[in-house]
């Protein structure tokens, strides 16, 4: 029993890395165009879970650790000094009986960037620190309608 807990331990790291390893489409990539306003020629980004500054990414992955959780499909309206909102999907792994044998499920959610600070790593961009989705039709177990996220730099 050990033994087939270690393999399935084992399994979902690999596919971690695999899934880590996968080239982001262009349309997420870092080179995308920047939103400026003539106050600022700063880029204001999403910094990922792999330190990538990311301008308008097509998806974000919220739990870097296992990637249970995702934004997927996003699809902006507004990019920002300031803030940047959209409309994406929340994939979540629903863990049963196990995150390794669970299923994904997506919810509609409204997401929102905001609190711009200097990002450590290169002072020459700006990244959004807060990000709220507002989930619109459903919502995973446990979770409230409006859910606030810290982003990490």
Aim: aromatic content about 8%; glycine content about 6%.
């Amino acid at each position: 029993m050990h033994t087939r807990k270690f393999r399935t331990a084992i399994m979902l790291c690999a596919a971690t890395a695999l899934a880590a390893a996968i080239p982001v489409p262009a349309s997420a990539s870092a080179s995308a165009p920047a939103a400026t306003d003539s106050r600022s020629s700063t880029r204001v980004v999403a910094v990922d879970c792999f330190s990538n500054p990311q301008v308008r990414p097509g998806d974000f992955l919220l739990a870097c650790g296992d990637g249970n959780n995702r934004l997927i499909d996003i699809q902006w309206s507004h990019w920002g000094p300031t803030s940047a909102a959209g409309k994406a999907l929340d994939a979540v792994n629903d863990c049963d009986p196990y995150c390794a044998a669970g299923k994904f499920h997506t919810y509609p959610v409204i997401v929102r960037l905001d609190r711009p600070e200097t990002w450590k790593t290169d002072s020459g961009l700006r990244q959004f620190t807060r990000m709220q989705l507002v989930y619109t039709d459903g919502r995973p177990a446990y979770t409230e309608r409006v859910v606030t996220h810290e982003l990490w730099d």
